[in-house]
């Protein structure tokens, strides 16, 4: 989230959802910042970040992901989106809050499943640590692709989906927390859902 690219969140995507070239759209937005300085949330960069796995695996993303890290983990993806170029999307992915919960235990138990390491320790720690600041005042930072928090002095990871899908990792605590919504609220209502919870743990 630090590509620099200039992108507004539930906009930009629309201004380009009908071209046939994603990325060639992506990478003709301007370049508004210098790039790995700021943080700027966008489906956009998510987008080539799965291009990059695609080219380098040589396998299509959720081919890849299955034999990866869904088939292991016995996730099943229901549905997810394909852009006009066939490639599946930067958003758009759909599983169960059980599903949920599993994946969430897995980056608990640093890459563990059952007994079998699914992706390296080394890469959970690197994954989940605090890369770049964005409200001090708050004590809330970004991963790779993680949002951290803290609440009532508890480091909180959280996979954050549209809408307020969320998978809320607490270590310290050696818990995992699943919410899913309709889509229409207030997508951050879990974080003070935990707040009340961690404060009386």
Not at 1 to 7: A, D, H, I, V
Not at 99 to 116: H, P, S, T, V
Not at 169 to 186: A, E, N
Request: hydrophobic residues 30%.
């Amino acid at each position: 989230m630090t590509s620099g690219l200039k992108w507004e969140e539930d906009v930009t995507e629309y201004q380009i959802q009908n071209e046939k070239d994603w990325a060639k759209g992506i990478l003709s937005q301007k370049q508004d910042k210098y790039p790995g300085k700021s943080f700027n949330y966008s489906t956009g960069d998510t987008y080539l970040l799965g291009l990059v796995i695609q080219n380098a695996t040589g396998k299509e993303l959720k081919t890849y992901m299955e034999e990866k890290l869904l088939t292991p983990l016995n996730i099943t993806c229901e549905y997810w989106h394909k852009n006009n170029d066939q490639y599946t999307s930067g958003c758009n992915f759909f599983i169960t809050p059980k599903e949920m919960a599993i994946f969430g235990q897995m980056i608990l138990d640093k890459g563990k499943y059952k007994d079998k390491q699914i992706v390296p320790q080394n890469w959970i720690d690197i994954s989940t640590k605090e890369t770049i600041s964005l409200r001090e005042e708050e004590e809330c930072s970004y991963g790779y692709l993680w949002w951290i928090d803290h609440i009532k002095n508890h480091k909180v990871i959280t996979a954050w989906g549209h809408g307020g899908q969320m998978i809320h990792i607490i270590p310290d605590k050696k818990m995992v927390v699943v919410f899913t919504t309709d889509s229409s609220g207030d997508e951050g209502f879990s974080f003070g859902v935990l707040e009340e919870i961690l404060s009386h743990s």
